[in-house]
T-cell receptor, first 113, second 117 residues
Framework: DAGITQSPRYKITETGRQVTLMCHQT?????MFWYRQDLGHGLRLIYY???????DKGEVPDGYVVSRSKTENFPLTLESATRSQTSVYFC????????????FGPGTRLTVT | AQSVTQLGSHVSVSEGALVLLRCNYS??????LFWYVQYPNQGLQLLLK??????LVKGINGFEAEFKKSETSFHLTKPSAHMSDAAEYFC???????????????FGKGTHLIIQP
């Protein structure tokens, strides 16, 4: 009944550290997405996945890595965090055809010091 | 490439007045269009969507939007604003490819709706 969840909700890390943000959905949606939200930029697509083991870059993929070994999970890893990656990160899922509407998680607020 | 422009980063209306939030898009193929609402410290909630068919679409909380292909617009309206409508509103477009695949949403920068008592 949880829908789409993200963890952690808040994270503070230091420059250069590896950080993984988790996303889990219970709807068995084929599509999953990662966006970042920054003041003045709105939301921008980082990576997306059309199905398990299929991922593709979005608008701002540099510095991020994703994987999708299971349909329900789509973790986002910052391999070496930088201050410019301080942002709010949203995960979303979508059933795809016919409406392609996306359902968003509550977000993870990440601060890189 | 697709893009979305939302006119007005801030819109202020009086309680009970008409709400009009403007959205123009560009897309090389027939678009699917969405409006989302975001309340403080929360995720995005789908208000309404246009895929195909009827160009006037109704959503939750009394909102509606009209797809106008000739104007490449998808403006959001509500006849009478309520204090609870104060939030950030995002217009978004997605491209559906001929094989049925899709990539992510392209969002406008958002419009902050302020309701004056």
């Amino acid at each position: 009944d949880a829908g789409i969840t993200q963890s952690p909700r808040y994270k503070i890390t230091e420059t250069g550290r590896q950080v993984t943000l988790m996303c889990h959905q219970t709807w068995s949606h084929s599509y999953m997405f990662w966006y970042r939200q920054d003041l003045g930029h709105g939301l921008r697509l980082i990576y997306y996945s059309a199905a398990a083991d299929i991922t593709d870059k979005g608008e701002v993929p540099d510095g991020y890595v994703v994987s999708r070994s299971k349909t329900e999970n789509f973790p986002l890893t910052l391999e070496s965090a930088t201050r410019s990656q301080t942002s709010v990160y949203f995960c979303a899922s979508s059933p795809g055809w016919p409406t392609y509407e996306q359902y968003f998680g509550p977000g993870t607020r990440l601060t890189v010091t | 490439a697709q893009s979305v422009t939302q006119l007005g980063s801030h819109v202020s209306v009086s309680e009970g007045a008409l709400v009009l939030l403007r959205c123009n898009y560009s897309s090389s193929v027939p678009p699917y269009l969405f409006w989302y609402v975001q309340y403080p410290n929360q995720g995005l909630q789908l208000l309404l969507k246009y895929t195909t068919g009827a160009t006037l679409v109704k959503g939750i909380n009394g909102f509606e939007a009209e797809f106008k292909k000739s104007e490449t617009s998808f403006h959001l309206t509500k006849p009478s604003a309520h204090m609870s409508d104060a939030a950030e509103y995002f217009c978004a477009v997605i491209t559906i490819y001929s094989g049925g695949g899709a990539d992510g949403l392209t969002f406008g920068k958002g419009t902050h709706l302020i309701i004056q008592p």
